[in-house]
């Protein structure tokens, strides 16, 4: 199982959300790639970068962070937010980005998901981000009607890499994530799911490592308030 570390950029910095209310963002490093660094340097395989502005404003919003992330660290970085058409896509991967992260777009328009796929192979993931079993969007501003598991099905053959299952409830918390939830997902599906949302602790790891079929897992606050150390953490994933 891959651990990403989560850099989540509002006006330029890392901050983290509670349950994705851009009212309640707590800044934790003012120099994103300083931030990426050090996960890289504990030995991170992936990164995760989120442009949160752009989620809400539907354009990239954070590109200068993003840039000075790629330009500082060499491990792949996966990126979401704002990007909503396959031009930003091409121009995202042209730019050093290994993996996009389609999240609105894959509900309002699943044909340019679907292109995406077939055109960028292995480089699109689908990032769901749930509230109560239900697709949320737009920045988590949005609910929608659609479940998660029939939004995924839209993709099993469509080349994606894979489903990143947000639970936005607990998201920011450090109240645990949905194991339960991402489990029965990963079940059903034959792409790969990467949990995310609400790891509080080394044993929230452990209980997802022991998950059949979860691929990864996102941890962002447990990392920045130290409830997680990360060369710990993926010393745990290894062995």
């Not at 970068?49 to 954070?62: H, Q, R, S, T, Y």
């Not at 009607?145 to 994606?160: N, P, Q």
């Not at 109240?175 to 929230?204: F, H, M, Q, R």
């Amino acid at each position: 199982m891959i651990l990403f570390p989560a850099i989540d950029l509002k006006g330029g910095k890392c901050v983290r959300l509670w349950r994705g209310d851009m009212n309640r963002a707590t800044v934790f490093n003012d120099d994103p790639p300083a931030q990426a660094r050090e996960f890289a340097s504990a030995g991170c395989d992936w990164l995760h970068v989120v442009d949160l502005d752009g989620a809400f404003a539907g354009k990239p919003m954070n590109a200068k962070a993003v840039d000075g992330i790629l330009a500082a660290v060499s491990v792949p970085v996966q990126l979401g937010g704002g990007i909503r058409d396959l031009a930003m896509i091409e121009s995202w991967l042209s730019r050093g980005i290994s993996r996009v992260v389609l999240g609105t777009l894959a509900l309002r328009a699943p044909e340019i998901v679907r292109s995406a796929c077939r055109k960028f192979p292995g480089k699109i993931a689908i990032g769901i981000d749930a509230k109560a079993g239900r697709v949320a969007v737009e920045g988590w501003a949005e609910a929608s009607e659609m479940t998660v598991l029939d939004l995924a099905r839209k993709f099993e053959d469509s080349g994606a890499a894979a489903i990143i299952h947000t639970d936005i409830e607990r998201d920011g918390t450090l109240s645990g994530p949905n194991i339960a939830a991402t489990k029965d997902l990963a079940a059903k599906l034959s792409i790969p799911v990467i949990a995310s949302g609400g790891v509080a602790s080394i044993d929230d790891i452990k209980a997802l490592k022991n998950a059949e079929k979860i691929a990864g897992v996102i941890v962002g606050r447990a990392l920045y308030d130290g409830k997680v150390d990360l060369k710990a953490a993926l010393q745990v994933l290894k062995s």
